[in-house]
């Protein structure tokens, strides 16, 4: 079974431009998870969806982050137009149920630099 | 709101050693607590996790991290140490009742040298 994918792996961009990341979750999880990790600090929680829903997005730093899960299936998330504080290392994870203690299977991640 | 503190971000041992690493949370109710591990390029993998019941939890590649209420604690530990070891570790939590939202510590950098 293929694991939780992610696109790129590496993204280097001039601040002002645009970005969209990509993940591919586990066939057949319904929920959806991204977080961030900015360098030197904790992985933070950005939003959750439940299929194409939106369940919990209080994590979304700013208005410049959209994020899609178009059809229930991969989600991308833009950001437009990045700022030098949105270098980090974005993940992705999914998991089958949303209970607390569902493990949650994460992708390798997107290292984003914005210069 | 909920918080996650692993002391020291980089330890050092040696091949055969113990393995000590401290995670405590901040919570009035207990919540479920877990741990991952970052391989170099890889994704975050579970080690282990807390939900209810025994209190000493043993996860894969020998590790094992004990629940101790009294001290809001989850330290993560492994008898000795091998080289595949080296990796980045994780405490994580989520809120007992709650959705699936995890909260992070900063992270420990684990180095086992010969």
């Known amino acids: 079974e293929a694991g939780v994918t992610q696109f790129p792996s590496h993204s280097v961009i001039e601040k002002g431009q645009t970005v969209t990341l990509r993940c591919d979750p586990i066939s057949g999880h319904d929920n959806l998870y991204w977080y961030r990790r900015v360098m030197g600090k904790e992985i933070k929680f950005l939003l959750h969806?439940?299929?194409?829903?939106?369940?919990?997005e209080s994590g979304m730093p700013n208005n410049r982050f959209l994020a899609e899960r178009t059809g229930g299936t991969y989600s991308t998330l833009k950001v437009q137009p990045a700022e030098l504080e949105d270098s980090g290392v974005y993940f992705c994870a999914s998991t089958q149920g949303d209970r607390a203690y569902n493990e949650q299977f994460f992708g390798p991640g997107t290292r984003l630099t914005v210069l | 709101a909920q918080s996650v503190t692993q002391l020291g971000s980089h330890v050092s041992v040696s091949e055969g050693a113990l393995v000590l690493l401290r995670c405590n949370y901040s919570s009035s109710v207990p919540p479920y607590l877990f741990w991952y591990v970052q391989y170099p390029n890889q994704g975050l993998q579970l080690l282990l996790k807390y939900t209810t019941g025994a209190t000493l939890v043993k996860g894969i590649n020998g590790f094992e991290a004990e629940f101790k209420k009294s001290e809001t604690s989850f330290h993560l530990t492994k008898p000795s140490a091998h080289m595949s070891d080296a990796a980045e570790y994780f405490c994580?939590?989520?809120?007992?009742?709650?959705?699936?939202?995890?909260?992070f510590g900063a992270g420990t950098r684990l180095a086992v040298h010969p």
């Open positions: 969806f439940v299929k194409e829903s939106k369940q919990d």
């Open positions: 994580a939590v989520t809120p007992s009742g709650g959705y699936n939202k995890l909260i």
